[in-house]
Each structure stands twice: as C-alpha cells, then as structure tokens.
T-cell receptor, first 117, second 112 residues
C-alpha cells in the first residue's frame, strides 16, 4: 500500500535554532499534503495545507513565519520550525493525498516528536 | 466545525476480554473515517479506514463500524492482548476529504 515517510522520527534541538521535518510520499504523487500537531493530552490539530508548487494555507492561529512549509515536489513537503522554543515541543504529523486509493485516500506519516530544550 | 468525542478517555481490561471503543461526531457530512493506534512516544499507525458509503471494516481481531445517522463509530477489539495497550484515535475526514478531525483518544491498558 501507499506509504508516507516522515523524518526524523525524533529530534531534540536547542531553543532558538531551527529544525526541519520532512514528509515524503514513497510510492505515489502527493498533490496535497497536510501538517498536524498534537500537544500533550490534546487531539491532533491541522496546522496547514500545502499544494505542490504553491504557498501553504495556514489554519487560524498558526504563525506562517514560524512554521515554514515547502511543497516543492509531488513527493516531498517540509515543515521548518524556525527559532524554536520549548512551547513548540510537540508531535508533528503529516498526511498526503495521493492519486490512488478509493476517493484519493489520504495517508498519514508516522509522525515526528520534537523536543526543544 | 466537526467535533469528535471519544469515550472513555481511559480503559483498563484483563487480557482476553472483548472491548468496544466509542467515537462520536457532530457533522454527518463526512468523507471517511480512520481509526489509529498511537504507542507512547511513537507515531500513528492506521488500523482501519471506512469510506462514507461503508458501514464497517474488519482486520483480524479489529472491527470498526460507522453509523452516520447517529453520529457514531465504534472500534471492537476481540480477545484483547497486552500488546493491544496503546492510545486509540478516531479521525473523520471532512466532506471534501481534506481535513481530518481527531478525537482526543482512548488510552487502553490490557492487563496480563
């Protein structure tokens, strides 16, 4: 079946630095990718939607200058957390809408745990 | 906006017991739903996907049902095992199929 891969699975970074998370569709072309985050004891919340070759659409309350999303190809989207702070520590997960599966099913990556110290 | 509620928040059962996890949603205009498993400190694993036109899906000891009229989905786990211990999340895709709305999860502990 379709696979969406995220890298890294775990990352620890120092406060003030930037960290990049990659989301790849391994065996299909992803025209649209989505980024979610999950704070402790809360549900996953959509951060932004990105379409290949265009700017991402951010949900209300998500700072676009802090969470940079690039969807430069049909198989890769990246989320860069700039000037990370401890409150950005969270579980980030991407999903991708492909060109296969019933109704162009959306497939989820396994997620990335970010800890900012 | 879709609201998703999972009850109970936590559940502890002895090994071998059959159990049901519940998920309710407010907007019946859904595209599909998925049940996920999340182990502590790890990512999501998709368990079952039910399209809007379907009523249930089965995979091994797992069975998920969808009742749009009542706004409910259930995940049935048969003959539970300690390895089933994890947090289970349900998520509904909006009618455009794009955005997913997640519940807060049910934390399951299966006691040997």
């Amino acid at each position: 079946g379709a696979v969406v891969s995220q890298h890294p699975s775990w990352v620890i970074c120092k406060s003030g630095t930037s960290v990049k998370i990659e989301c790849r569709s391994l065996d299909f072309q992803a025209t649209t990718m989505f980024w979610y985050r999950q704070f402790p004891k809360q549900s996953l919340m959509l951060m932004a939607t990105s379409n290949e070759g265009s700017k991402a659409t951010y949900e209300q309350g998500v700072e676009k200058d802090k969470f940079l999303i690039n969807h430069a190809s049909l198989t890769l989207s990246t989320l860069t957390v700039t000037s990370a702070h401890p409150e950005d520590s969270s579980f980030y997960i991407c999903s991708a809408r492909g060109d296969r599966g019933p109704g162009n099913t959306i497939y989820f990556g396994e997620g990335s745990w970010l800890t900012v110290v | 906006k879709q609201e998703v509620t999972q009850i109970p928040a936590a559940l502890s059962v002895p090994e071998g017991e059959n159990l049901v996890l519940n998920c309710s949603f407010t907007d019946s205009a859904i595209y599909n739903l998925q049940w996920f498993r999340q182990d502590p400190g790890k990512g999501l694993t998709s368990l079952l996907l039910i399209q809007s036109s379907q009523r249930e899906q089965t995979s091994g000891r797992l069975n998920a049902s969808l009742d749009k009229s009542s706004g409910r989905s259930t995940l049935y786990i048969a003959a539970s095992q300690p390895g089933d211990s994890a947090t289970y999340l349900c998520a509904f895709a909006s009618n455009t199929g794009n955005q997913f709305y997640f519940g807060t999860g049910t934390s399951l502990t299966v006691i040997p």
